[in-house]
């Protein structure tokens, strides 16, 4: 099929795509410094200890992205909509929304979250003090990042990607601050390091409140007029909120029953390859997170012509630009290892080798996502897809529970991911292409 000359949208796309590839390319040299350093000055067991903690806080990570989507989605469809009104209120339902999550994750974490962590965690007793300290620190950075989200999602709603991508440089290079002087500084290494996470994070929500206040003055809080646009904003977050479970799952619950059948150095391992997966995952992220607000809008004003376009584009842009990374990845994963952390063990190649296939296989499906958010059949969708994604952890479980080898966790991921990309594809078929091919005919 031939291609029409790209039209003022697609230039939107293109230019905010070009700045979110040269954040990537920025974040990912800093984060992959930054992991070498920390690793090394931390020591293999302090640093496997402090990703169980911060993993166990990351599995409700799922507040914060279930958010930033829900207030994205409805941002988008308002602005197609040209309605301000609409937008106003929903940036104050997202404000409520955000507070009332972040005293639920301190009610949880506090009670749940440290039990977990005082009776279950594979400590050293030595660490077990500085272990509960780091904890407290996850949890109030997850606090922040959660306060942060109606501000970073009206900048992303409103395609600032120029400063977005400024912030996020910028809390990367704290980190990579952080990192280097984790080798000088005095007292617990652990806690410092933990510390200047909180630093970075509080650091970007200044700076986007301080943006959205100033720059963007079409919004504000005010007290929100439309009761039902809160109910439909909770029950789209609710249904979200199980495909994020699911995810957190896969990889904070894994690195948790790692560290109860293993130890903390196979979690050393599983975090090195999570760092992997992480910038694959923010590489593709980069891609989508460009096309995402126009494919959304195009939905709302019935563009489904120009919608397909973007949805085609963004796929194949997903399978060129990470299959162009991820071959050389697999075939010289060791002598890349090897430069980046200097000795490797085998645990950690193979679990890097198996990770990346796992986040290929995961951003692949995220065009899909886009377009089941912006049709609206988020319920549907999500308890197809994820109730076959939650199957990772327990599968997982009795892999290890047998005497299988810790990599098995990653194969049984992989096997249950694309099970569930068949049931993906099924939704996309069926609440899509169906509803496209009804409005045609009509």
């Not at 200047?196 to 509080?202: C, D, F, I, K, P």
């Not at 029953?257 to 196979?266: E, I, K, M, T, Y």
């Not at 296939?357 to 996502?369: E, H, N």
Request: charged share 15%; with cysteine; proline share 3%.
């Amino acid at each position: 099929m031939k291609l029409k000359p790209s039209n003022p949208n697609e230039k939107i796309v293109a230019k905010n795509a070009f700045l979110l590839l040269i954040r990537m390319a920025l974040l990912m040299v800093i984060n992959l410094v930054a992991v070498r350093y920390v690793r090394s000055g931390l020591g293999i067991e302090d640093y496997g200890l402090l990703n169980v903690v911060t993993g166990l806080v990351q599995i409700v990570i799922c507040l914060k992205t279930i958010l930033e989507t829900a207030t994205q989605r409805f941002f988008s469809i308002s602005l197609g909509k040209q309605d301000m009104d609409e937008v106003r209120d929903l940036f104050s339902v997202s404000v409520r929304l955000s507070k009332e999550l972040s005293l639920l994750v301190l009610l949880g974490m506090e009670t749940i979250g440290l039990w977990f962590v005082c009776t279950q965690v594979n400590c050293p007793d030595s660490r077990y003090t500085a272990m509960l300290i780091v904890y407290q620190l996850a949890v109030l950075n997850f606090i922040v990042t959660l306060l942060q989200v109606p501000y970073l999602a009206s900048v992303l709603a409103y395609e600032r990607m120029d400063y977005f991508a400024f912030v996020t440089i910028l809390e990367a290079i704290v980190c990579l601050a952080a990192a280097l002087l984790v080798f000088v500084v005095p007292g617990d290494r652990m806690i410092f390091y933990a510390i200047m996470l909180v630093v970075s994070n509080l650091l970007g929500y200044v700076l986007y409140r301080l943006y959205v206040n100033r720059k963007i003055g079409d919004i504000y809080c005010q007290q929100i007029k439309s009761k039902e646009l809160y109910r439909k904003m909770l029950s789209f977050s609710s249904w979200t909120a199980y495909g994020s479970l699911s995810a957190a799952l896969m990889f904070q619950g894994n690195m948790l029953v790692l560290n109860v059948f293993v130890g903390p150095v196979a979690n050393a391992a599983f975090a090195v390859a999570l760092q992997i997966n992480n910038a694959i995952t923010n590489l593709g992220n980069n891609v989508i997170m460009a096309v995402k607000p126009q494919m959304v809008m195009n939905y709302s004003k019935g563009n489904f012509r120009q919608l397909n376009r973007l949805f085609l584009l963004s796929t194949l842009a997903l399978v060129v630009v990470m299959g162009g990374i991820i071959l050389p990845l697999e075939v010289w994963l060791p002598d890349i290892l090897t430069l980046w952390l200097g000795d490797v063990d085998y645990m950690t190649i193979i679990f890097s080798r198996l990770v990346i296939i796992v986040a290929f296989l995961l951003m692949i499906g995220a065009p899909i996502t886009i377009i089941m958010h912006a049709v609206g059949c988020v319920k549907q969708y999500h308890l197809m897809v994820e109730t076959i994604t939650i199957l990772c952890l327990p599968a997982s479980y009795v892999c290890l529970s047998l005497g299988l080898a810790p990599e098995s966790v990653c194969w049984s991921m992989i096997a249950i991911i694309i099970i569930a990309h068949f049931s993906r594809i099924f939704c996309f078929w069926k609440y899509y292409l169906n509803r496209m091919r009804k409005s045609s005919l009509h």
